[in-house]
Protein backbone atom coordinates (compact mmCIF):
# COMPACT_ATOMS: atom_id res chain seq x y z
CA UNK A 1 0.00 0.00 0.00
CA UNK A 2 1.03 3.72 -0.67
CA UNK A 3 0.76 4.61 3.07
CA UNK A 4 1.49 2.59 6.67
CA UNK A 5 -1.77 1.13 8.32
CA UNK A 6 -1.80 0.92 11.60
CA UNK A 7 -4.43 -1.33 13.55
CA UNK A 8 -6.74 -1.17 15.78
CA UNK A 9 -7.14 2.86 15.89
CA UNK A 10 -7.84 2.36 19.68
CA UNK A 11 -7.44 -0.08 22.18
CA UNK A 12 -8.57 -0.59 25.59
CA UNK A 13 -7.48 -3.13 28.13
CA UNK A 14 -7.60 -4.21 31.51
CA UNK A 15 -4.33 -3.84 33.36
CA UNK A 16 -3.07 -7.46 33.35
CA UNK A 17 -4.27 -7.56 30.42
CA UNK A 18 -2.32 -8.41 26.92
CA UNK A 19 -2.59 -5.86 23.69
CA UNK A 20 -0.92 -6.35 20.28
CA UNK A 21 -0.78 -3.39 17.88
CA UNK A 22 -0.48 -4.21 14.02
CA UNK A 23 1.92 -1.92 11.25
CA UNK A 24 1.64 -3.03 7.22
CA UNK A 25 4.53 -0.79 6.06
CA UNK A 26 4.13 0.56 2.72
CA UNK A 27 4.90 -1.83 0.34
CA UNK A 28 9.02 -1.83 -0.78
CA UNK A 29 9.78 -0.80 2.42
CA UNK A 30 12.85 -2.59 4.13
CA UNK A 31 12.84 -0.52 7.53
CA UNK A 32 9.88 -0.56 10.19
CA UNK A 33 9.97 1.54 13.37
CA UNK A 34 8.13 1.59 16.22
CA UNK A 35 7.65 4.76 18.29
CA UNK A 36 5.27 5.60 21.82
CA UNK A 37 4.22 8.71 22.48
CA UNK A 38 3.06 9.06 26.19
CA UNK A 39 2.81 12.96 26.45
CA UNK A 40 2.02 15.40 23.94
CA UNK A 41 5.44 15.81 22.18
CA UNK A 42 7.59 13.51 23.68
CA UNK A 43 8.30 10.52 21.49
CA UNK A 44 10.06 7.59 22.46
CA UNK A 45 11.55 5.09 19.83
CA UNK A 46 11.00 1.69 20.86
CA UNK A 47 12.52 -0.61 17.90
CA UNK A 48 13.29 -0.90 14.30
CA UNK A 49 13.46 -3.67 11.98
CA UNK A 50 15.76 -4.35 8.67
CA UNK A 51 12.82 -6.69 6.75
CA UNK A 52 12.02 -9.44 9.62
CA UNK A 53 15.47 -8.88 11.74
CA UNK A 54 15.59 -6.61 14.59
CA UNK A 55 17.64 -3.17 13.25
CA UNK A 56 17.83 -1.58 16.57
CA UNK A 57 15.89 -2.43 19.69
CA UNK A 58 17.16 0.17 22.24
CA UNK A 59 14.17 1.41 23.77
CA UNK A 60 12.01 -1.61 23.83
CA UNK A 61 11.21 -2.06 27.57
CA UNK A 62 13.38 -5.66 28.59
CA UNK A 63 9.95 -7.08 30.00
CA UNK A 64 6.30 -7.59 29.08
CA UNK A 65 6.82 -5.96 25.69
CA UNK A 66 7.86 -8.05 21.99
CA UNK A 67 7.65 -6.97 18.93
CA UNK A 68 8.12 -9.03 15.05
CA UNK A 69 8.00 -8.30 11.54
CA UNK A 70 7.29 -11.83 9.69
CA UNK A 71 7.32 -12.35 5.85
CA UNK A 72 3.91 -11.48 4.47
CA UNK A 73 2.48 -10.41 7.49
CA UNK A 74 1.72 -6.83 9.42
CA UNK A 75 4.52 -6.44 11.98
CA UNK A 76 3.53 -6.87 15.47
CA UNK A 77 3.91 -5.25 18.89
CA UNK A 78 2.63 -6.74 21.87
CA UNK A 79 2.41 -6.09 25.83
CA UNK A 80 2.28 -8.50 27.83
CA UNK A 81 0.39 -7.69 30.94
CA UNK A 82 -0.34 -4.15 30.18
CA UNK A 83 0.36 -1.70 33.19
CA UNK A 84 -1.27 1.93 33.35
CA UNK A 85 1.67 3.98 32.42
CA UNK A 86 1.48 1.75 28.88
CA UNK A 87 -1.20 4.23 27.99
CA UNK A 88 0.44 5.92 24.97
CA UNK A 89 -0.12 6.55 21.10
CA UNK A 90 1.82 3.83 19.50
CA UNK A 91 3.07 4.93 15.85
CA UNK A 92 4.71 2.42 13.02
CA UNK A 93 6.98 3.98 10.84
CA UNK A 94 8.54 2.77 7.96
CA UNK A 95 11.44 3.49 5.23
CA UNK A 96 13.25 2.59 2.14
CA UNK A 97 16.48 3.02 3.82
CA UNK A 98 17.71 3.77 6.92
CA UNK A 99 18.46 6.60 8.91
CA UNK A 100 20.04 9.52 7.38
CA UNK A 101 19.79 8.95 3.50
CA UNK A 102 15.46 8.69 3.85
CA UNK A 103 12.02 9.89 4.93
CA UNK A 104 10.06 8.05 7.32
CA UNK A 105 6.72 7.73 6.72
CA UNK A 106 4.38 7.46 9.92
CA UNK A 107 1.10 5.97 10.14
CA UNK A 108 -1.66 7.24 11.93
CA UNK A 109 -1.20 5.54 15.14
CA UNK A 110 -2.93 3.08 17.63
CA UNK A 111 -3.98 4.63 20.73
CA UNK A 112 -3.68 2.21 23.93
CA UNK A 113 -5.91 2.96 27.36
CA UNK A 114 -4.94 1.08 30.00
CA UNK A 115 -7.76 0.88 32.30
CA UNK B 1 22.05 11.51 17.87
CA UNK B 2 22.77 14.91 18.49
CA UNK B 3 20.25 17.23 20.77
CA UNK B 4 17.79 19.76 19.24
CA UNK B 5 16.16 23.08 20.86
CA UNK B 6 13.41 24.25 19.61
CA UNK B 7 11.25 27.09 21.05
CA UNK B 8 8.49 25.82 22.64
CA UNK B 9 6.05 28.25 20.60
CA UNK B 10 5.25 30.67 18.18
CA UNK B 11 2.28 32.32 16.17
CA UNK B 12 2.47 33.60 12.55
CA UNK B 13 -0.18 35.19 10.86
CA UNK B 14 -2.08 33.89 7.83
CA UNK B 15 -0.12 34.53 5.04
CA UNK B 16 2.90 35.45 6.05
CA UNK B 17 6.46 33.33 6.33
CA UNK B 18 6.57 31.09 9.31
CA UNK B 19 10.26 30.62 10.32
CA UNK B 20 10.93 28.13 12.92
CA UNK B 21 14.84 28.10 14.33
CA UNK B 22 16.18 25.16 15.24
CA UNK B 23 19.74 24.54 17.44
CA UNK B 24 21.74 21.59 16.87
CA UNK B 25 25.09 22.56 18.51
CA UNK B 26 26.26 19.11 18.75
CA UNK B 27 25.70 18.22 15.18
CA UNK B 28 28.48 16.33 13.68
CA UNK B 29 29.33 15.39 10.34
CA UNK B 30 27.66 12.82 9.00
CA UNK B 31 24.23 13.86 10.77
CA UNK B 32 21.20 15.35 8.34
CA UNK B 33 18.50 17.63 9.95
CA UNK B 34 15.36 16.24 9.32
CA UNK B 35 11.74 18.52 9.72
CA UNK B 36 8.47 16.59 10.65
CA UNK B 37 5.17 17.82 11.79
CA UNK B 38 2.54 16.75 13.82
CA UNK B 39 -0.95 17.87 13.13
CA UNK B 40 -3.35 17.21 16.01
CA UNK B 41 -2.84 13.47 17.08
CA UNK B 42 -1.79 12.10 13.82
CA UNK B 43 1.04 10.24 12.50
CA UNK B 44 4.38 12.72 12.69
CA UNK B 45 4.49 14.28 8.45
CA UNK B 46 7.89 14.47 6.80
CA UNK B 47 8.46 17.88 5.53
CA UNK B 48 12.59 18.45 4.23
CA UNK B 49 15.69 17.11 4.91
CA UNK B 50 19.06 18.61 4.34
CA UNK B 51 23.11 18.08 5.28
CA UNK B 52 24.82 21.18 4.38
CA UNK B 53 22.95 22.92 1.79
CA UNK B 54 20.15 24.94 1.62
CA UNK B 55 16.97 22.81 0.40
CA UNK B 56 13.76 23.71 -1.11
CA UNK B 57 10.54 21.24 -1.84
CA UNK B 58 6.51 22.55 -2.29
CA UNK B 59 6.54 22.45 1.71
CA UNK B 60 9.12 24.31 2.64
CA UNK B 61 12.84 25.87 2.67
CA UNK B 62 15.56 24.55 5.19
CA UNK B 63 18.51 27.05 5.70
CA UNK B 64 21.24 25.11 7.54
CA UNK B 65 24.48 27.57 9.18
CA UNK B 66 27.62 27.10 7.68
CA UNK B 67 28.87 25.66 10.69
CA UNK B 68 25.62 23.33 10.64
CA UNK B 69 24.83 24.07 14.15
CA UNK B 70 21.79 25.56 14.10
CA UNK B 71 18.71 25.39 11.11
CA UNK B 72 15.52 27.47 9.90
CA UNK B 73 12.52 25.74 8.58
CA UNK B 74 10.62 27.97 6.73
CA UNK B 75 7.04 28.78 5.64
CA UNK B 76 6.96 30.97 3.16
CA UNK B 77 3.10 31.74 2.68
CA UNK B 78 1.43 29.93 6.48
CA UNK B 79 -2.01 28.93 6.16
CA UNK B 80 -4.33 27.88 8.77
CA UNK B 81 -3.76 24.34 7.95
CA UNK B 82 -0.04 24.39 8.67
CA UNK B 83 -0.95 24.82 12.78
CA UNK B 84 0.59 22.09 14.11
CA UNK B 85 3.92 21.07 16.08
CA UNK B 86 7.25 20.98 14.26
CA UNK B 87 10.19 18.90 14.87
CA UNK B 88 13.70 19.49 14.06
CA UNK B 89 15.88 15.94 14.21
CA UNK B 90 19.14 15.27 13.77
CA UNK B 91 20.33 11.97 13.09
CA UNK B 92 22.94 9.37 11.24
CA UNK B 93 22.36 6.52 9.28
CA UNK B 94 22.01 4.11 12.60
CA UNK B 95 17.94 4.43 11.67
CA UNK B 96 16.33 5.70 14.47
CA UNK B 97 14.84 9.58 14.84
CA UNK B 98 15.09 11.14 18.28
CA UNK B 99 12.68 13.68 18.76
CA UNK B 100 13.01 16.76 20.61
CA UNK B 101 9.89 18.62 22.20
CA UNK B 102 8.84 20.59 19.20
CA UNK B 103 7.60 24.20 18.33
CA UNK B 104 4.02 24.62 18.46
CA UNK B 105 3.34 26.92 15.74
CA UNK B 106 -0.31 28.76 15.81
CA UNK B 107 -1.13 29.92 12.50
CA UNK B 108 -3.44 33.01 13.04
CA UNK B 109 -6.18 34.64 10.60
Known amino acids: GEEVAQTPKHLVRGEGQKAKLYCAPI?????VFWYQQVLKNEFKFLIS????????ETGMPKERFSAKCLPNSPCSLEIQATKLEDSAVYFC?????????????FGQGTRLTVV | DAKTTQPTSMDCAEGRAANLPCNHS???????VYWYRQIHSQGPQYIIH???NNETNEMASLIITEDRKSSTLILPHATLRDTAVYYC??????????FGDGTTLTVKP
Open chain 2, 89 to 98: IVHTNAGKST
Open chain 1, 27 to 31: KGHSY
Open chain 2, 26 to 32: TISGNEY
Open chain 1, 93 to 105: ASSQKKGAYTEAF
Open chain 1, 49 to 56: FQNENVFD
Open chain 2, 50 to 52: GLK
